[in-house]
């Protein structure tokens, strides 16, 4: 018997009795044993040859087994970690239920393991620790309702023992299994913690479910990998040092109130939920760390938690974590994947949500939520936003700002079929130059630009002047013109404000004007976000420590404040190189005499003041004006070759577009702009029109008119010019606006006699078919109003033509 035991090897009965597989058929089926394992245990086993009546004793014991075996798969099937108390409380239910149909069967069961229960729960056949033999390694014997286990002890190639939901309070003979890898014996009723001589190898141990209040000295368990010690009464964790293979240690529902005695462990999974934790400290050297559950504390702080680069998942749920900042600690966790702040005071925050995103970007998962990506790019927008959101939300302001103001017509904003409102911006870093330049070029170009001096809450420098550099104002006032709409775009450099002011710009236009702007790349941005297309020319001094000298000898500018405007000549670059075309024309400020010259030579080609076209950038040393004949405001684009068009680096390429293609306009639809834009500027001039609308008016108006019968003049725009088309002459005399119904009839002679026979009528009934004919084809075109209420109140704003926004 001795040898058998040694051996691991257990009887394998030939047959089982008959009653038993009658009660319980299922049983038999979930054996262990494969037919291989049965020829292989026959053959090698002496103990094969077992007599019959020795399984007639073991009967009950096999029974006991089998039923609880049965009962374990059963609920194998649904079993999930999450489940696991609910589990555990249904197999005790089990448990006793099948020992009281055990004890209804064959009486009171003592506790005691038998061989021949040892024999059945045998298996995986292999060859021994020692390499010598075949032998049985695993025994599970998991809810027997076991209480003295110690005929184990002779069972020394076991590797791998299961004695979970039992009633064992001893486990010294483990001591006998040098070989033993695993040990299960959680739900029992062990108060003594390894009270066994270590087997050299053991790796895995579950002690969960015990009422084990002391950890004791492990050093002798250095293979331990894994030690599970959940549900005990522990109060302190020790004796720990010496397992320097430990990485996965559980000690859930325990009675932990602190961290220590986990130094220096290659610890990667650690489970302390469900204790008395209040601060996150004793865990700065586990650097392996990769899964924490802090789950069920008092945890107030995340502060401890900061070093741990490995950590990937971390579970705090139900803690007293009630400030945001303490998000900081796991900021720069680079690989932290899942977190769980849920039922803590945080979560009431407004913010939570996504300043967690935003500062954890490399979360895939918040509070058992999926982040998606478009939470992370609102999470961003948010408080980091990028320079294009800035802008777009500078612009909005503005915009929305000027809306709720009483609306008026700008004379930047008036059509033009060529180009829009022409304005040049210089955009540069701080006090590189650029003010100098534009003050030259608009006392150069006198006729053609006019310097538009910004708004600004920063103090006046030695020598600026109110309106000629900048309108200095005061904050409140600044923050008034905001409000009121009055800004275009602004800006906040260092410590103050800037804002370029709409009516800064009319005034300009007002005069015939184009405005020479200057402003660093963030207002750029944000113009470039309105409707306004300028020409942008960057002026950025490449030679930075002759930059840095000069604002530091300047004595204007603080030590940071330099520091700040050299570093921001490498963006400016970037921006030049990482964008082609994002600035119209690039000029080195290093020497700003140069620079001028530069400047000056594009201006005249830009305005087309040259006899020659200019050849490239040669510096030119005569800049007088005086000889140069300009053949228009701005040079007419319409007229630019296919080579202009593709050159988008220092021309705009866009606005060329636009106007080549405008110069296709159809002529209805020409001298329907044309007539808007009369309009447009009779209303700015305080004239106000007879009629609201701008295309139907009553007053007689010439307008040359092709004769076509092409409807594809059938455009909002030409629908004076539809009903024309039905006259043959070649100036038509719009008809609606002195047309009463009552003239519409047919036969009804025109009162100013030009119209024999009603052509004049018919060719107004064709209009009005055609109309409706047109309008059950596509969408509604809107019937012109010939007297539309309130018809003498101010002009609406003129839409803006095609190639603007
Ligand atoms: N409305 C604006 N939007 C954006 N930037 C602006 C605006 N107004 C001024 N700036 C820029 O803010 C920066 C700080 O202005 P500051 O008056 O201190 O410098 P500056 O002496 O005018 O510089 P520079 O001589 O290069 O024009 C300058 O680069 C200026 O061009």
């Given at each position: 018997m001795a040898a058998s035991r040694s051996g691991s090897q257990r009887p394998k009965p030939s047959s089982l009795p008959g009653g038993l597989s009658i009660s319980c058929p299922e049983a038999l089926s979930s054996s262990p044993y494969s037919d291989n394992e049965r020829q292989c245990f026959s053959a090698t086993s002496p103990m094969g040859q077992q007599p019959k009546d020795a399984f007639k004793k073991t009967s009950s014991y096999l029974l006991r087994q089998l039923i609880h075996r049965y009962r374990r798969l059963d609920a194998e099937e649904t079993w999930d970690e999450d489940e696991e108390e609910d589990q555990v409380e249904d197999q005790d239910e089990s448990e006793a239920s099948s020992e009281s149909e055990i004890q209804n069967m064959e009486g009171e069961f003592d506790g005691v393991l038998r061989e021949e229960v040892v024999a059945e729960a045998l298996h995986k056949l292999g060859r021994s620790g020692g390499g010598t033999e075949q032998a049985y390694l695993n025994v599970t014997l998991s809810g027997c309702a076991l209480v003295d286990v110690s005929i184990l002890r002779g069972y020394v190639h076991l590797q791998k023992l299961d004695l979970s939901v039992n009633k064992i309070e001893d486990l010294s003979c483990v001591s006998g299994m040098p070989y033993l890898l695993e040990l299960n014996a959680s739900q029992n009723k062990l108060t003594t913690f390894f009270n066994f001589k270590s087997p050299k190898n053991l790796k895995k141990v579950d002690f969960s479910y015990n009422q084990i209040s002391e950890m004791s000295d492990l050093s002798a368990y250095q293979a331990l990998t894994k030690l599970i010690l959940d549900s005990n009464e522990i109060e302190e964790i020790k004796g720990l040092e010496l397992c320097s293979n430990l990485t996965h240690l559980s000690l859930a529902k325990n009675k932990i109130t602190t961290l220590n005695g986990l130094s220096m462990l290659p610890i990667k999974i650690l489970c302390l939920s469900n204790n008395q934790i209040e601060k996150i400290t004793g865990l700065e050297d586990l650097k392996a760390l990769q899964i924490v559950d802090l789950s069920n504390n008092q945890i107030s702080s995340l502060q401890g938690l900061e070093n741990h680069d490995l950590l990937e998942v971390l579970n705090l749920e139900e803690n007293k974590i009630a400030e945001l900042r303490e998000i900081e600690y796991l900021?720069?966790?680079?690989?932290?994947?899942v977190l769980n702040l849920l039922r803590n005071p945080i979560q009431e925050k407004s913010d939570y949500w996504f300043f967690v995103i935003f500062m954890l970007l490399r979360l895939t998962e918040l509070d058992h939520k999926k982040v998606t990506v478009e939470e992370k790019v609102s999470a961003v927008n948010k408080y980091d936003p990028p320079p294009e959101v800035i802008a777009a939300q500078d612009h909005l302001t503005h915009v929305v700002n000027s809306m709720m103001q009483p609306q008026r017509i700008f004379y930047s904003t008036l059509p033009s079929l060529d180009a829009p409102y022409p304005m040049l911006i210089l955009a540069g870093p701080q006090a590189c130059g650029k003010r100098e330049l534009a003050h030259r070029l608009c006392r150069q170009f006198s006729t053609y630009f006019r310097y538009g001096a910004c708004h600004t809450t920063r103090p006046p420098y030695f020598g600026e002047g109110d309106r000629v550099d900048y309108h200095f104002i005061s904050q409140e006032v600044y923050d008034e013109m905001l409000h009121m709409g009055k800004f275009i775009l602004t800006f906040r450099y260092g410590d103050h404000n800037y804002g370029l002011n709409r009516d800064t710009v009319e005034g300009i236009a007002r005069d015939g004007l184009a405005s020479c702007i200057h402003m660093e790349i963030e207002g750029v941005r944000s113009l470039k976000c309105s409707y306004f297309e300028p020409r942008y020319i960057l002026v950025v001094p490449m030679n930075k420590t002759k930059y840095e000298g000069y604002l530091r000898r300047k004595g204007l500018f603080s030590r940071a404040e330099v520091e700040l405007a050299v570093s921001r000549v490498d963006l400016y670059i970037k921006i030049n190189q990482n964008f082609p075309g994002y600035f119209d024309a690039v000029i080195n400020a290093d020497d700003l005499e140069i620079a001028y010259q530069k400047l000056s030579q594009l201006i005249r080609e830009y305005l087309d003041l040259t006899e020659e076209p200019a050849k490239g950038l040669a510096p030119t040393t005569d800049i007088s004006t005086s000889h140069l004949i300009p053949k228009e405001p701005f040079r007419k684009l319409s007229t630019l070759s296919s080579s202009d068009l593709l050159d988008s680096t220092d021309k705009n390429y866009i606005v060329k577009l636009c106007a080549t293609l405008s110069a296709k306009t159809p002529p209805a639809e020409r001298h329907s702009m044309q007539r808007q834009h009369e309009r447009a500027w009779q209303a700015l001039m305080g004239k106000t029109p007879p009629d609201h609308t701008l295309l139907f008016q009553r007053g007689p108006v010439r307008v040359p008119v092709p004769v076509t019968s092409d409807l594809h003049y059938f455009t909002k725009l030409g629908e004076l010019q539809e009903a024309s088309e039905f006259y043959d002459d070649d100036y038509a005399v719009t008809p609606?606006?002195?047309?009463?119904e009552e003239r519409m009839k047919p036969g009804k002679e025109n009162p100013k006699g030009k119209d024999p026979g009603g052509r004049e009528n018919i060719a107004l009934l064709k209009y009005a078919a055609l109309r409706q004919r047109n309008s059950s084809q596509s969408e509604k075109p809107a019937v012109p109003s010939i007297c539309r209420p309130g018809s003498n109140t101010k002009p609406i704003l003129p839409p803006i033509p095609q190639g603007r926004k």
């Open positions: 900021e720069n966790l680079p690989l932290l994947r609606f606006g002195s047309y009463s």
